[in-house]
């Protein structure tokens, strides 16, 4: 497997990531937490070293499976979570707010590093912009708990052009995780100029469209009632097919390539930036191997410019989230 640094932060991790919310969270119910421990262990046999997880999802009981699964790797993977919402004290599956106060965030590091079972937190994402807590008292937070040795790596997830200079002048900022793919591609316009320039680098979540881009999904396609999918604008049957023009001029890609249509999403993301590793999530094998498969697909200048100009023709039907939930983004 290829590595690939995040900016100048000198974090180094392999060029595909592991998404590992899908283990134990948002997309139905759970598979079974020994053959998820298999699928991660796999995957780092395989080479990937980078792994994301976070606090919320389950929630806690998704750091504890990537905690056990890794285990016999420490010291040769990264894994990555996050702090920043409010959890329901009683318990419940759902965040009732959101709370970046750095005396919460230092209660969060120490609950996640004893679940993931590690030292020092590789890279900690501040999961949403907290409005109530200044962006400043946010990165001097986690400047302690470098400073303590308790967390190695700052990152930050959908912020703004504006938070990211804010919090990097504090406490330089690694890496910025936010959905990018080629349905959903605001990052471009003021998000990934601003990385460039201070040297962040960035991780593509969703970099498959939930699922969308793989060609598994169509109009027809029925969720389990509690996949979060379901919540989705951009999910609605009619919206679905409206945008399968894009898988199509994946797979009109792919044909050539002798590649799915997944694998050359994720190679058109490899792509854009040297400092972009994209964290595709999966609870299959045959996935994984398929997903680590598109790091050795090179897509040519021609490749590239036929993928911007025909999708730049296609129209993305459907909002990626509710209103309450795109209010979270952007900040």
């Known amino acids: 497997m290829k590595t690939r640094k995040l900016g100048k932060s000198g974090l180094e991790v392999s060029a595909i990531g592991l998404g590992c919310m899908g283990m134990s969270f948002s997309y ?73 106060r750095p005396e919460h965030i230092k209660e969060v590091a120490e609950a996640s590093l004893e679940r993931l079972r590690v030292d020092a937190i590789d890279l900690f994402y501040q999961h949403r912009v907290d409005p109530d807590v200044p962006i400043e008292d946010v990165a001097g937070a986690v400047k302690d708990l470098i400073e303590e040795g308790k967390v190695k790596h700052f990152g930050l997830s959908e912020a703004g052009g504006r938070t990211i200079r804010r919090a990097h002048a504090v406490q330089p900022v690694a890496a910025l995780q936010s959905e990018y793919s080629l349905w959903t591609r605001a990052p471009e316009a003021e998000v990934l100029p601003i990385l460039e320039e201070l040297g962040i680098g960035f991780v593509p979540f969703s970099p498959l469209g939930k699922g969308f881009l793989t060609g598994a999904i169509d109009e027809k396609t029925t969720f389990d009632k509690t996949d979060f999918r379901n919540r989705l604008p951009r999910f609605a049957p009619e919206a679905r097919k409206a945008n399968q023009a894009l898988v199509d001029l994946l797979g009109k890609i792919g044909q050539r390539k002798q590649a799915t249509p997944a694998q050359i999403a994720l190679a058109w993301l490899l792509a854009q930036k040297p400092w972009m590793v994209p964290i595709p999530g999966t609870t299959k094998l045959a996935r994984l191997e398929e997903n680590l498969g598109a790091a050795s697909i090179e897509l040519t200048s021609d490749d590239l410019r036929e993928i911007e100009g025909a999708a730049s023709k296609i129209t993305v039907w459907g909002a990626r989230y509710p209103e309450e939930l795109e209010r979270l983004t952007g900040r």
């Open 28 to 100: 139905g119910p759970p598979p079974d937490k020994r053959e998820m421990i298999s699928l991660l262990r796999t995957a780092a046999e395989r080479g990937v070293t980078f792994f994301d997880t976070a606090e919320v999802y389950g929630p806690w009981v998704n750091e504890e499976l990537v905690g056990e699964a890794l285990a016999p790797f420490r010291g040769r993977v990264v894994i990555a979570t996050k702090f920043g919402f409010k959890l329901d004290p009683n318990g419940g599956p759902q965040w009732v707010g959101l709370d970046s």
